[in-house]
Nanobody, 127 residues
Framework: QVQLVESGGGLVQAGGSLRLSCAAS????????MGWFRQAPGKEREFVAT????????YYTDSVKGRFAISRDNAKNTVYLQMNSLKPEDTAVYYC????????????????????WGQGTQVTVSS
């Protein structure tokens, strides 16, 4: 079983930046693709970015392409989400999840493909 803990959220003005971290413990982190999802009030949890188990493949939802970057450090059991040029519509609770199967590329964008969600970290972007 893997445990995930997100951090790095906060309040930022539009155009600003934040770097989210997701620290993992438990089962072998480096064998699993990881995903960042977000959930705004009254909305479903949605895909933001994923990264393959070895970091070779990365995927983004269209609305964050060119602004967000996902990365991982397997030596530190941590996945990151660098968020630049933030917009008010990026406001949400951000969650990281671990792929339910090992050694996949991360080209799975449904939340049911991920598990062991952390508690989430709030990101609020003011206009």
């Amino acid at each position: 079983q893997v445990q995930l803990v997100e951090s790095g959220g906060g309040l930022v003005q539009a155009g600003g930046s934040l770097r989210l971290s997701c620290a993992a413990s438990g089962r072998t982190f480096s064998s699993y693709a990881m995903g960042w999802f977000r959930q705004a009030p009254g909305k479903e949890r949605e895909f933001v970015a994923t990264i393959s188990w070895n970091g070779a493949s990365r995927y983004y939802t269209d609305s964050v392409k060119g602004r967000f970057a996902i990365s991982r450090d397997n030596a530190k059991n941590t996945v990151y989400l660098q968020m630049n040029s933030l917009k008010p519509e990026d406001t949400a609770v951000y969650y990281c999840g671990a792929d339910i199967h090992p050694y996949r590329r991360g080209d799975m964008f449904g939340k049911d493909e991920y598990a062991n969600w952390g508690q989430g970290t709030q990101v609020t972007v003011s206009s």
